[in-house]
């Protein structure tokens, strides 16, 4: 097969594969979704490159040789539990704070969208990245599962141009899905009542806090397991 056709491939296999993976609602998709409603379409990539900026360091370090030290179950539980920890504690805030959100709402300048670059953008970033470290899966599915396999393979086929265009195509299939989410959710805030815009921050923040308590239980069975305790 021409390098070209195998590099069409690849790019494809993955995006396809990426957009299929994020139809699961993850910390990632909660913490998109309640950022655009309450402050607008631009926290959304802002958020995602926290995301991709993981992405990025864990396939530079499966490519240095760190894949028996990443799909260690008690390194993943040890990273997952405070992360996930913290976000309990974000979620409840949005939760508590839902009214005063919604009272918000018809501050103009409240409800405008931002620059990832201004001020606050960074937080947005590091929710991206606190949403990733809690997912255990984030883990498993680069290191044991799918992706690993995926990423080999890219490899095998085309060296590190098959790497650079495996992650290319998972990239944009993040952006793609999540921008949508975060445009969905960003554009039908302003057509709300206060009433169901305080409610629907709620229930997000309810099933945000529920998924980061599962996270918070699978690590610390793990850390069981692993006997370091």
Same mark, same amino acid.
């Given at each position: 097969?021409?390098?070209?056709?195998?590099?069409?491939?690849?790019f494809l296999i993955s995006f396809v594969n990426g957009l299929r993976n994020?139809?699961?609602?993850?910390?990632?998709?909660?913490? &998109?979704? *309640?950022?655009?409603?309450?402050?607008?379409?631009?926290?959304?990539?802002?958020?995602?490159?926290?995301?991709?900026?993981?992405?990025?360091?864990?396939?530079?370090?499966?490519?240095?040789?760190?894949?028996?030290?990443?799909?260690?179950? /008690? !390194?993943?539980?040890?990273?997952?539990? $405070?992360?996930?920890?913290?976000?309990?504690?974000?979620?409840?805030?949005?939760?508590?704070?839902? $009214?005063?959100?919604?009272?918000? *709402?018809?501050? $103009?300048?409240?409800?405008?969208?931002?620059?990832? !670059?201004? $001020?606050? #953008? &960074?937080?947005?970033?590091? *929710? #991206?990245?606190?949403?990733?470290?809690?997912?255990?899966? @984030?883990?498993? @599915? @680069?290191?044991?599962?799918?992706?690993?396999?995926?990423?080999? #393979?890219?490899?095998?086929? *085309?060296? %590190?141009?098959?790497?650079?265009?495996?992650?290319? #195509?998972?990239?944009?299939?993040?952006?793609?899905?999540?921008?949508? %989410?975060?445009?969905?959710?960003?554009?039908?805030?302003?057509?709300?009542? %206060?009433?169901?815009?305080?409610? %629907? !921050?709620? /229930?997000?923040?309810?099933?945000?806090?529920?998924?980061?308590? /599962?996270?918070?239980?699978l690590g610390i069975q793990a850390i069981r397991q692993s006997g370091i305790?």
């Open positions: 097969m021409p390098a070209e056709a195998s590099i069409l491939a690849i994020n139809l699961f609602p993850g910390p990632l998709f909660f913490a &998109v979704a *309640l950022q655009a409603l309450r402050k607008g379409f631009w926290a959304t990539p802002a958020t995602v490159l926290g995301h991709l900026l993981l992405d990025m360091l864990i396939v530079v370090s499966l490519g240095i040789g760190l894949h028996p030290f990443l799909q260690q179950n /008690a !390194l993943i539980a040890f990273v997952t539990v $405070p992360t996930a920890a913290v976000l309990i504690f974000m979620a409840w805030h949005v939760y508590r704070d839902a $009214p005063k959100a919604a009272a918000r *709402l018809a501050d $103009p300048w409240e409800t405008a969208a931002r620059s990832p !670059l201004a $001020p606050g #953008g &960074v937080s947005f970033i590091i *929710l #991206g990245l606190l949403t990733t470290l809690a997912n255990p899966f @984030w883990f498993t @599915w @680069w290191t044991v599962n799918e992706g690993a396999s995926l990423l080999d #393979g890219s490899f095998a086929a *085309l060296g %590190i141009a098959g790497v650079v265009t495996f992650f290319l #195509g998972h990239l944009l299939a993040d952006l793609t899905w999540y921008c949508a %989410i975060g445009a969905l959710a960003a554009s039908g805030r302003q057509s709300l009542s %206060i009433t169901l815009y305080a409610a %629907i !921050l709620r /229930a997000g923040a309810i099933f945000f806090m529920f998924i980061c308590v /599962a996270f918070v239980f305790f």
